[in-house]
């Protein structure tokens, strides 16, 4: 059994994440380097707020958990559009509270946004720019495949854009003094979790999960992105939460089934170990995933359930081996069997017993 990753049309023991803390670049971003990710933040019904630096994401965050509901309008050169129900999410780092928060793609021409909590409780807001910042040069491969054998043939490889692919900011993950704000720990792996971001995703598919780690790991404090996986609509995987030094995304070492040790991430809160997170991105409220994006996830998800062991048809009974919570799920669930959510969308959620049926079908 291998995990390994491709890059340069060499193959290496490792992806691209980088292991250390880079250092800024100065100049014009490259093929190795991306802009580094402003954020102008704002208290929310202060009424319109117009970002100095631009912008091209939204986070609205519900202040300690006031408010449940809220709404925002963009304001474009025409004046400010209609109101729009925002979706709260639960992630949470198993420890913390949960940590309701919200983020969206900017329309094209927008120059401003207005947030109001629905409730009478109290948001906060942040101007996201991930275009337009100082540019950061990441180490390592820009993509990697995961490669495991099946039963009988083996699984399809899986290739992936590592952190440096997308730009992660490393910086992000450390406090002024160097020290790593949410270090790695390890589980054995009992279940597989899918979940969708509940936004419109940006044109620039990277850009978005710029704006999720922005918010993950610096606006919610955690120091590094909640999943281990993200999903595009063109079915393209990134590579998420950092796993260690070994380079290898999700796992400690290489993998083998019964054996698999996932690094715990914050997207199931209370639930976050021993349990991978595979994050679509879309809101698949009324919609179902594209074509593309659910071929994409059935493979990442056969490949990870013949690297694990994990059974995606089977009941279990998961047991948090640092907490002791535990919950009875499928092998592979839905963020909502875990937690009252309406995570991954009410659309694909009533669709998603076919899904772990297509993926059954191929180990």
């Known amino acids: 059994m291998t995990l390994g990753a491709v890059a340069g049309g060499a ?21 190795d380097a991306f802009p580094a990710t402003l954020a102008e933040r704002s208290p929310g019904g202060a009424g319109p707020v117009r970002p100095e630096s631009g912008f091209d994401h939204v986070a609205v965050l519900s202040a300690e958990g006031s408010a449940e509901t809220a709404e925002i309008r963009f304001v474009g050169a025409d004046g400010p559009g209609s109101w729009r129900p925002l979706s709260f999410g639960d992630h949470a780092r198993d420890g913390d509270a949960a940590a309701p928060a919200a983020l969206l793609a900017v329309p094209a021409g927008s120059v401003g946004y207005e947030v109001r909590a629905s409730d ?54 450390f406090d002024e003094h160097g020290n790593d ?24 598919r990277r850009a978005t999960v710029r704006a999720v780690y922005q918010l993950h790991a610096v606006e919610q404090a955690w120091g590094d992105i909640g999943y281990h996986l993200l999903i595009d609509p063109e079915g393209t995987v990134y590579e998420g939460r950092v796993s260690g030094d070994d380079r290898l995304p999700v796992f400690s070492g290489v993998p083998r089934p019964g054996g698999a040790r996932s690094v715990t991430a914050g997207h199931v809160g209370g639930y976050n170990s021993g349990n991978i997170g595979i994050c679509l991105l879309g809101d698949f409220t009324s919609e179902m995933p594209s074509e593309a994006a659910r071929d994409g996830l059935v493979r990442v998800l056969r490949l990870l359930c013949l690297l694990t062991g994990v059974d995606p048809m089977e009941r279990i009974d998961y047991v948090n081996p640092v907490n002791g ?39």
Do not use: K
């Open 181 to 204: 704000l949410w270090p790695a720990e390890f589980s054995p792996v009992q279940a597989l979790t899918v979940h969708h971001a509940a936004m419109p995703v940006d044109a620039d």
């Open 120 to 173: 009478g409780g109290a948001v906060e807001t942040v101007a996201i720019n991930t275009r337009d910042g100082r540019p950061v040069r990441s180490g390592g491969a820009a993509t990697g495949i995961l490669t495991g054998p099946g039963r009988g043939g083996g699984a399809t490889p899986v290739r992936y854009v590592s952190r440096a692919g997308w730009g992660a900011d490393e910086s992000l993950r």
């Open 11 to 31: 193959m290496a023991v490792g992806g691209a994440t980088a292991a250390a803390r880079p250092a800024a670049a100065s100049g014009t971003a490259g093929p």
């Open 325 to 363: 919570v535990t919950a009875a799920v499928h092998g592979l669930s839905r963020h909502r069997d875990w937690l009252p959510t309406e995570c991954p969308g009410n659309a694909f959620a009533e669709n998603f017993a076919a899904l772990r049926e297509r993926v059954a079908a191929g180990l």
